[in-house]
């Protein structure tokens, strides 16, 4: 089979800055700012992108690209010591991709609830803002758009990764782009608007002195986010990479994809904290903020509710699915890495059809357990433990399902992958492989020093500290 490859450089940027864009940008980020101290949050976050984040990015584009495999056949090309590196990868993919599409799906729900409202039905089920926790206990409909976002990801990525994701990316994020300027700059016409502003970016660091998020409480956050934002430590960098050209700038689009990621973040937070304020949400309140924060936005908003609602929704939806494809793919080229390997032709749509299958059954818990709310279709961690919610040993098992997938992918898995990664491009093989691998496009590797210190140093350091306060955070 001829290695499938990027049409344009183009092409990649927007399915590579379309897999950053997701979730992560739009309500994993304005989340998180609002919890953890909003500008003392983003000033972190901004240093961690720089040292930390287009480290790794670059050298998960390099090593895609020099081997011009997925996760697991980069790392088997080095030796078949690393073979567990790819199967970790694989793992992710599952914990992420399952809960991913879940909450994609609610996504899906809400954008047609409104667009129902703009034809004049009743979107919502007659419950307004109450809308959220009413859904979690609908597991048929949970269940049901869960299927749908996971159908749409499958056929995105059976397409292949010009005809498909490249074809589907290209659209979808300059879509993205227009939707969400056209909401920041219809929420800043809105009296009150302001405060939301000042909660970014006027600076405060009173955060820190309080004892319950303290420096290491946002330090700790902003890590984690930045590393799911640019969807870092499971390979799927690494699988973009390898469908790019030997003539592109590597090193040029290994800075533009972190920083776009990072734009989108904060136009997001001009987009909501602003809405928030001009509408009497609390932004602060947590993981809510996306469905029921939003959608209280949107009732207050009057007659233009329902367009500006369903244009969010449709922008949250396009994130969610340009990201949602990268997994798939990740898995999908894991596949035919094996195939390869075992010397077998591999097919690109059966593979992905029965990891999509495989994937969606593995996350049925997430769709069914009302995000812990208790009570649900099927238990939540801690009820299966006969724990109380709050209780002793509950934070142990955190609340849903979600979370535990969460943990363990994002705080465990990708952490030591991005570690392990540096670790070896610093220390075994050198920086030197990735300096190569960026000057086969004739421009000189700049900045070989910094990028040294750390892949060898800053990298390592800060992992194994994600690490450690996850795991304090788990037996605490
Ligand atoms: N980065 C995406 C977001 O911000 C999610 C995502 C896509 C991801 N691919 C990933 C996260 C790979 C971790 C690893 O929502």
């Given at each position: 089979m001829k290695k499938e490859q990027w049409g344009t450089n183009f092409g990649f940027l927007m399915a590579a800055i379309g897999s950053a864009v997701g979730l992560g940008n739009l309500w994993g980020f304005p989340y998180k700012m609002g919890k953890s101290g909003g500008f003392a949050f983003l000033v972190i976050y901004l240093v961690l992108v720089v040292l930390v984040g287009s480290v790794v990015m670059l050298g998960e584009l390099g090593l895609g690209r020099k081997t011009g495999k997925g996760v697991m056949g980069t790392y088997l090309e080095f030796s078949k010591k690393h073979a567990w590196m790819g199967y970790m990868g694989v793992v992710s993919g599952f914990l992420i991709l399952s809960f991913y599409c879940v909450l994609g799906g609610v996504v899906t729900r809400y954008m047609i609830g409104y667009a129902a409202q703009l034809v004049g039905a009743e979107g919502f089920a007659g419950q307004g803002a109450d809308f959220f926790g009413y859904f979690l206990y609908s597991p048929l409909s949970m269940v049901l758009f869960y299927a749908i976002f996971m159908a749409l990801t499958l056929t995105i990525v059976m397409g292949g990764v010009q005809k498909g994701i490249e074809k589907f990316s290209s659209i979808a994020m300059p879509a993205l782009v227009a939707i969400l300027v056209f909401i920041i700059i219809y929420v800043a016409c809105q009296p009150g608007a302001v405060e939301g502003y000042k909660f970014m970016f006027k600076p405060d660091f009173s955060v820190f002195s309080?004892?319950?998020?303290g420096f290491f409480g946002v330090f700790k956050s902003a890590a984690g986010q930045m590393f799911f934002s640019l969807s870092l430590g499971m390979g799927c960098m690494m699988t973009y990479g390898s469908y790019l050209s030997k003539k592109e700038n590597l090193q040029k689009n290994a800075l533009i994809i972190p920083l776009a990621d990072t734009t989108i973040a904060l136009l997001a937070g001009c987009a909501i904290m602003p809405a928030c304020a001009a509408f009497g949400v609390d932004f602060s309140r947590g993981p809510g903020l996306l469905f029921v924060s939003m959608q209280t936005v949107f009732e207050n908003m009057g007659g233009f509710g329902a367009i500006i609602g369903f244009l969010f929704y449709f922008l949250v939806f396009i994130a969610a699915l340009t990201s949602s494809i990268s997994i798939l793919e990740v898995c999908t080229a894991f596949q035919i890495d094996k195939d390869v390997i075992k010397g077998k032709e591999p097919n690109r749509k059966k593979i992905s059809f029965i990891y999509a299958i495989a994937i969606f059954i593995f996350g049925l818990p997430v769709a069914l357990d009302a995000l812990g709310s208790g009570g649900a279709a099927i238990m939540a961690p801690f009820e299966l433990l006969g724990l109380e919610a709050g209780g002793p040993g509950y934070a142990m098992w955190n609340d849903c399902w979600l979370d535990v997938y969460d943990l363990i992918a994002e705080g465990i898995l990708m952490p030591i992958g991005a570690l392990v990664m540096s670790v070896l491009i610093g220390w075994f093989w050198k920086t030197d492989i990735i300096k190569n691998e960026c000057e086969l496009s004739g421009k000189p590797f700049v900045g070989y020093k910094f990028y040294d210190f750390c892949f060898k140093f800053v990298v390592p350091v800060v992992m194994a500290f994600i690490f450690y306060a996850q795991l304090v955070d788990f037996f605490s």
């Open positions: 309080n004892p319950e998020i």
